[in-house]
């Protein structure tokens, strides 16, 4: 018997950027999606004991998306390829949810199970994806342009001078002048 999707009215996608953006893999359903935020705080009091909140910093997104495939084995052994593939890969993934889009999120792990649906043929997936957060890169402030510009460098070229008596004298007093 082969699974047939639930109709719930909703649906979450998960694409991946190939000539357009395409579906990941040939799943049959998603059988659930969720996501958690969430940041780092400082445990350690602060100065007058303040709290501030630029030290306050926004841990990655994390979605986590259960994938199933009906069918015979190899074809879930296919797809079972493309996800191992893709998380020892660098590919970003697109995740579209009813209630929002996630972007540049990279497979980092999967879960596999087999479910009692359809007689043990249904294969479940637990993807999680970790969000790739992306900084803009500023222009250095400094410019050296003419780097030949810069006073010239003593190399350690000089003579020695011989010290004269009255500074070997001076020196032998703790160096306070004779009168």
């Not at 709290?51 to 990655?60: E, G, L, S």
């Not at 997104?61 to 199933?68: H, Q």
């Not at 342009?145 to 006073?151: D, K, Q």
Request: hydrophobic share 30%; with cysteine; glycine share 8%.
């Amino acid at each position: 018997m082969a699974y047939s999707k639930p109709n719930t009215g909703w649906e979450v996608l998960v694409f991946i950027k190939k000539k357009g953006w395409q579906k990941f893999c040939d799943y049959s359903a998603i059988e659930t999606e969720g996501s958690k935020g969430s940041a780092q705080t400082p445990t350690v009091p602060l100065e007058n004991g303040q709290f501030a909140m630029f030290n306050k910093v926004q841990d990655p997104t994390e979605v986590t998306v259960s994938l199933l495939f009906d069918g015979d084995y190899e074809l879930q052994n296919m797809e079972l390829a493309k996800i191992k593939s893709a998380k020892n890969g660098t590919t970003l993934f697109k995740i579209v949810t009813p209630s929002e889009v996630y972007s540049n999120m990279s497979l980092n792990s999967y879960n596999i199970s087999r479910r009692h649906d359809s007689g043990g043929h249904l294969l479940a997936v637990d993807c999680t994806f970790l969000e790739i957060k992306s900084s803009a890169i500023g222009k250095n402030a400094y410019s050296n342009t003419n780097p030949t510009s810069g006073n010239d460098v003593k190399k350690g070229n000089e003579t020695t001078k011989t010290p004269s008596k009255k500074m070997i004298s001076t020196l032998g007093r703790g160096g306070k002048a004779m009168e």
